[in-house]
């Protein structure tokens, strides 16, 4: 062996780490303490197989047939708009008109 090897051997067992090399029955007995509290942190947490989840969004959809998409916007879709701007907790309103048909999404926050 050379000197450096042994240099750095007897740097090692006065080391940290050093410590958990010279006592390898502590280092298995944390080790083992380490794997039962996961296993029992795995089986005590509380799950779900169905949870529920509340996805706040709400779709307005109306349909007046016959009409053109331009009628649709200003006769159905911006009334509409109107009295959705001031709902509680809005993030997000977007609309879409087309021929005979209104479509609006509204989306809430999601931590109110």
């Given at each position: 062996?050379?000197?450096?090897d042994e240099?750095?051997i007897?740097?090692?067992?006065?080391?940290?780490w050093?410590?958990?090399?010279?006592?390898?029955?502590?280092?298995?007995?944390?080790?083992a303490?380490?794997?039962?509290?996961?296993?029992?942190?795995?089986?005590?947490?509380?799950l779900?197989?169905?949870?529920?989840?509340?996805i706040?969004?709400a779709?307005?959809s109306?349909?007046?047939?016959?009409?053109?998409?331009?009628d649709?916007?200003?006769?159905?879709?911006?009334?509409?708009?109107?009295?959705?701007?001031n709902?509680?907790d809005?993030?997000?309103l977007?609309?879409?008109?087309?021929?005979?048909?209104?479509?609006i999404?509204?989306e809430?926050?999601?931590?109110a």
């Amino acid at each position: 062996m050379h000197v450096a090897d042994e240099e750095n051997i007897s740097n090692t067992k006065d080391s940290f780490w050093g410590f958990f090399i010279k006592n390898w029955r502590v280092t298995l007995l944390v080790i083992a303490l380490f794997v039962i509290g996961g296993v029992a942190s795995l089986f005590s947490l509380p799950l779900e197989s169905d949870p529920e989840v509340e996805i706040p969004i709400a779709i307005v959809s109306t349909g007046y047939p016959g009409a053109s998409p331009t009628d649709v916007e200003k006769l159905i879709t911006d009334r509409i708009e109107e009295k959705l701007k001031n709902l509680d907790d809005l993030d997000k309103l977007t609309s879409t008109s087309s021929e005979g048909i209104s479509s609006i999404t509204v989306e809430f926050d999601a931590r109110a």
